[in-house]
């Protein structure tokens, strides 16, 4: 399983003709380009699981911005990646302070163990990545673990082989749904 990275001809110049589009698109509904940069991110980070240095140069180009302010914008937020991308499932683990309670550190270190990596870093196969959550608003299923956009409530720490099988299995469903034909259907938000 290999996560979706730019290929070198994409990373020097990794905004596809539909981001640009999309990006243009975004342009008429703000008043003001600097607004735009945050949705910007969005879109080339939701393809590439990434933002590579080279998409900031094109962003800023097409909104007529500096650079600088793009970077700055993107590293203000730890929640995009620049160096490399993130697993094909990103799963947060909630730390706050009711899944805190209810063994959620103890999950989080467990999960980056058996991926056989630290949160916030791929596993080596690319599919899964293991990050620390602020409150994911649903503190009465505590602890609880927000991947992509499935959201596993109540997880039994002590159950956190099981979990990490789910996530794994989720990982190679949607790595098939991101390779499946323009037109098929993608997987629906949904709660486990
Ligand atoms: S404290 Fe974990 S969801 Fe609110």
């Not at 007529?64 to 990103?90: C, I, M, N, W």
């Not at 979990?163 to 037109?183: N, T, V």
Request: proline content about 7%; some cysteine.
């Amino acid at each position: 399983m290999t996560a979706v990275e730019p290929t070198q001809a994409e990373a020097a110049k990794p905004l596809t003709p539909e981001m640009v589009a999309e990006i243009r698109r975004l342009c008429d509904r703000y008043p003001d380009r600097r607004a735009v940069v945050l949705p910007a991110l969005h879109v080339v980070h939701q393809r590439w699981r990434m933002v590579p240095r080279s998409a900031v140069v094109e962003i800023a180009e097409l909104l007529g911005l500096a650079p600088a302010e793009v970077q700055d914008t993107l590293s203000f937020y730890g929640f995009f990646k620049q160096d490399r991308p993130h697993g094909v499932v990103r799963a947060w683990v909630c730390r706050s302070i009711s899944c805190a309670l209810r063994g959620g550190d103890g999950l989080l270190e467990r999960l980056c163990e058996l991926a056989g990596t630290r949160p916030g870093e791929p596993s080596r196969d690319g599919a899964l990545t293991v990050e620390a959550a602020e409150c994911l608003g649903a503190c009465e299923h505590a602890p609880c673990v927000l991947a992509n956009e499935t959201l596993y409530r109540s997880v039994d720490p002590e159950e956190a082989v099981e979990l990490f099988r789910k996530l794994r299995q989720q990982a190679a469903l949607e790595e098939g749904s991101e390779a499946a034909p323009e037109g098929a259907s993608a997987g629906e938000a949904h709660e486990e």
